[in-house]
């Protein structure tokens, strides 16, 4: 078991916050990504569970939840951009 220490939480928040992908249609971040895990890496925090990606880069399929529907992904700052420039 990982022991967390409070900057890995601080981290792990700020990268919820400024490292946000979003669906190219409806800019929600309502999605899930298909991966291969490694099914034996689990690790338990806060009641959320952790696996070590253990699948290549390049199979990754996407879906959204909210278009109910499979999506291409956007990092934030690139659906902000996108809208700018599409608007
Ligand atoms: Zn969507």
Known sequence: MIRLTKQMKEDMRKIKEQDLIVCQDCGET???EK???DTNSYVSIDGDAYYKYGGDEDDGQYWCNKCDDMC???HISEYNEYKKENK
């Open 30 to 32: 309502d999605i899930v």
């Open 35 to 37: 991966m291969w895990v």
């Open 72 to 74: 291409h992904p956007l």
